[in-house]
Structure formats: C-alpha cells, structure tokens
C-alpha cells in the first residue's frame, strides 16, 4: 500500500495562496484516482477534490476555480495548488488512493496544517 507524506502547509492570509506536496513512497501510477482531502477542526475528513490517472479532476464546490490539484506520476507527486484562500479553508490537508479510501482500507499521512488568518 503506498504511503504518502504531505508537506507545504503554513499560516497564510486571506486571499493569499499556497502549494502543497503530496509524495508517495512508490508509485501511483497504477492508481486511477488520487484523492486530496481535509478535515478542518471539529468536523469529519471530507473530499476536496480528484485527480485521474489522465489528469482530468473534479472539484468541491467550495474550492471550485480556487484550487488545482496537479499530477506527477513520473515524481509520484501531486502538488496540490491553493488559490483565494479563506478562512474556512483552514484545515489539515492530507492526499490518499482515493479508491482506497472508499473501501476503508487506507491509510492516512500526517497531513500538513493550513491556517488562513489575518
């Protein structure tokens, strides 16, 4: 099962932007679907958005035209891309197998922390 780290997280101010880095300890190439995710205090885990193996994504509605999620399968990378970001995007963000995730077998990564505050 691959493992992954995330890492990039901060303390932005609203309407600044970030880029995270989701690695993965093998290769994700043979993952048709990654998943990018957060869980903001207080709340469940909930699905940002997805990325497919061709590239193509779908978003959240609340992240919709703010946020990118780019694929690396060469790096077996996804540098997730945080535009116009809010408050209620603070949260732990964490990437993982999105197929794994809804069969419950996944594992989950630390997640890097993003705060936005003025």
């Known amino acids: 099962q691959v493992q992954l780290v995330e890492s990039g997280g901060g303390l932005v101010q609203p309407g600044g932007s970030l880029r995270l880095s989701c690695a993965a300890s093998?290769?994700?190439?043979?993952?048709?679907?990654m998943g990018w995710y957060r869980q903001a205090p207080g709340k469940q885990r909930e699905l940002v958005a997805r990325v497919f193996n061709g590239g193509s994504t779908n978003y959240a509605d609340s992240v919709k035209g703010r946020f990118t999620i780019p694929r690396d399968n060469a790096k077996n990378t996804l540098y997730p891309q945080m535009n116009s970001l809010q408050p209620e995007d603070t949260a732990v963000y964490y990437c993982?197998?999105?197929?794994?995730?809804?069969?419950?077998?996944?594992?989950w990564g630390q997640g890097t922390q993003v705060t936005v505050s003025s």
């Open positions: 993982n197998d999105w197929r794994a995730v809804v069969t419950g077998m996944a594992r």
């Open positions: 093998g290769s994700i190439y043979s993952k048709d679907v």
